[in-house]
C-alpha cells in the first residue's frame, strides 16, 4: 500500500569549507502542501533542496533528514534540477519514460505521451534534445518528473526557461498534478511563489524567515489581488536584503 506523503523536515548546518552556508535552520515541508524557497544568488537554496534530495553538493552538512512518518524519504522522491539532465540520444519520450526503463519496468506509455501533451509537445515526441529549445527541454524535464508519480517533489527553478505565457499554463499543470503531494520549489519568481505555495521561506545570510502569503488555497490566479500583494511584498523583502 502506498503511504501518503509525509511532512519532511531538514535540520542542520552546511559549511563550504571552513565558511557556514546556512544554519542551523530547520525547513518543515507540511505534509501535502507545497512550500517555497526563495533568496538571492548564492543563499544556499540548491544547496538545501540537494541535500534533501540526497544529491552531491559542493557544501558539507551536518544534520538529518526525517519523513513524519518515520519512511525512507530518497525512494518516495522526485527530483527537477536547475539543468534539465535530459539524455541526449533519447527522443523525448525516452526520456520522460527513462525512469521506469532505469528499474527494469515496461513505462506506461499512454500515460507519458498523455504527461507529453500536457506539457505542449505532443507534436516532439520522438525529437531529440538537441532539436528542442530551452523552454521546450525544461518541459520534457518537467513531464518526467510528474511521470514519476511521487509524493515528495523537489523542483529546483523548473520555469525559469519558459515564456511568461507557458510559465504560467506550467504552474497551473504542476500545480494540478502535484496536488497533494509534499512538493520543494526552489524559485527566484515572487509571483511563481505567490501562485503555487502553502507556505514560502526567505533564505538570508544562513536563515530562513517566513514570508506572507493569502490565506485562499494555490493554485492562485494571476490576477486575484492577494496573489498580487504577497508578489508585491515578497519582491520588496528581496529587495531590502542587505
Ligand atoms: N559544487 C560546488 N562546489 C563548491 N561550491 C559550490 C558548489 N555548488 C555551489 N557552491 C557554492 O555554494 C553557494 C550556494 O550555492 P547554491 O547553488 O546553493 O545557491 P542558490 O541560492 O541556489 O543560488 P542560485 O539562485 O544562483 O541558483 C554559492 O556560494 C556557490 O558558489
Known sequence: MKLPPPA?????????GNAPLFGPLRLVLQAGCWTSLLGVSGAGKTTLLRVLAGLETGARFEGAITAGD?????????????SDLLLPWADVIGNVTLGARLRG???????ARRLIAQVGLAGHS???????SGGQRQ???????????????????????LD?????????LAGRLLQGRTVLLVTHDPLEAARLSHAAWLLHRGRLEA????????VRPVEQPGTLQAQAEML???????
Request: aromatic residues 4%; hydrophobic residues 50%.
Open 8 to 16: 519532511i523536515t531538514v535540520e542542520g548546518c552546511a559549511w563550504l
Open 70 to 82: 518515520g519512511a525512507a524519504v530518497g525512494p518516495r522522491l522526485a527530483f527537477m534540477g536547475q
Open 105 to 111: 519496468k515496461r513505462p506506461d506509455l499512454t500515460r
Open 126 to 132: 520522438h525529437l531529440r534534445p538537441a532539436a528542442l
Open 139 to 161: 518541459r520534457v524535464a518537467l513531464a518526467r518528473t510528474l511521470m514519476e508519480d511521487r509524493a515528495i517533489v523537489l523542483l529546483d527553478e523548473p520555469f525559469s526557461a
Open 164 to 172: 511568461a505565457r507557458t510559465r504560467a499554463e506550467m504552474q497551473e
Open 211 to 218: 514570508l506572507d502569503l493569502p490565506a485562499t488555497p494555490p
Open 236 to 242: 520588496a523583502r528581496l529587495r531590502a536584503l542587505t
